[in-house]
């Protein structure tokens, strides 16, 4: 029965939202489990080390003590060797999206880290442009990634190489057993543990909000006009932004969503990109490269506005990978848009085993 599930579990994964594509139809009636999930069936999976899972199309996963070894089958079209993207991203534990308005395929964490379009052989990773050898290609309402461009475009996140007609990914071990609703963990300043900064002149503050109640002029209807982008650390009250951020609870999470105005929802970094920008602070569109903004701060030393990067567990090279970002606001709480605990944008207390582990590292964006 334990083997059942685990099997189960291993062919899950969370699905983006909104119109889809027959290829997302098809994915999404394949019993699809949430992140947290997955996490704690890969840690029942170490009682398997040494085995070998059939995981569907061919797919198999071999446990061992320090890595699990993916095997996907690989599809040739037209003598040229292809992956489809929805089980890669599904094997490797990223969130995926076909867009069919834009012609656009999405994969990543808790946003879109990298963008395609069939046909073309240029690509978005975060911020940037990677051009590719050769173009995906959309096929039976599958979308094809040439195995030619995963080295130009996956590298920095997964080991694999290509063994014939299969591709071999080496994932890490180690596991994250830990639940994000686990229980509360007392500060008692161990290294792993949270703390404000004594010097926090907006510690103790706070100004009121109607919490969930979206602000006059935030409509569907039209893009709304951001302020316009001034450099990071302005100086800007923090109270009125933990405010402005509560006023979205409740909204739902979209992996890959469209700017808030037109769709409606969040993913993980359009929420602090669409936050910060009301203040005038531009940030960029990834939580990858937003972590590459601001100044570095301390676990120990934490202000209210702060930004906190983590990372979500998967088949990857390593966990030093930023997959989410949230906004810090005082008293061990942060506010986020995420796909779990509650799908949306959520207060969380980060005084849990599961944050403390996944954290990498907090910016400071504005003073």
Known sequence: MIMKVLIVA????????????KEQQQTR?????????????????????????????????????????????LKTVDG????????????IGFH??????????MIGDNDAAYELQAGSTTAQRGDSKVQLPQPPILRNSQFHIPVSALGNLLADDVRFEVQGQSMIVRATGETVPESMDGPDEANTGAEL???????????????????????????????????????????????????????????????????????????????????FGKSGIQLKRTARDQGNQGEPVSRKNLRKGDLMFFYVPGRFKSNKTIGHVSIYMGDQQMIHASPSQNNGVQITNINKAYWKKTFLKAKRVAL
């Not at 840690?43 to 085995?51: D, F, T, V």
């Not at 992956?83 to 991203?89: C, K, M, T």
Request: net charge negative.
């Open 29 to 73: 009636q394949q019993s699809l489990a949430n992140r947290e999930q997955q996490n704690a069936d890969r840690s029942i999976s170490e009682q398997y080390n040494g085995k070998t899972m059939n995981v569907g199309d061919g797919s198999t996963i071999h446990m061992t003590g320090s890595e699990e070894i993916l095997t996907i089958p």
């Open 193 to 275: 543990d949270f703390a404000d900064d004594p010097n926090d002149p907006y510690k103790g503050t706070g100004a009121k909000a109607t919490l969930g109640q979206v602000e006059d002029g935030d409509t569907l209807s039209a893009e709304r006009m951001e302020p316009e982008a001034v450099p990071v650390l302005k100086n800007i009250n923090m109270d009125t932004l933990i405010a402005q951020a509560k006023r979205y609870l409740g909204v739902k999470y979209e992996f890959g969503a469209e700017p808030y105005p037109k769709s409606g929802k969040f993913d993980c970094s359009s929420f602090t990109q669409y936050v």
């Open 96 to 105: 995926h999206k076909w867009n069919e308005s834009s012609n656009t395929f």
């Open 10 to 21: 291993l062919l899950s994964v969370t699905a983006g939202c909104g119109q889809l594509s």
């Open 80 to 91: 040229v060797s292809y992956v489809i993207g929805s089980e890669l991203a599904s094997a």
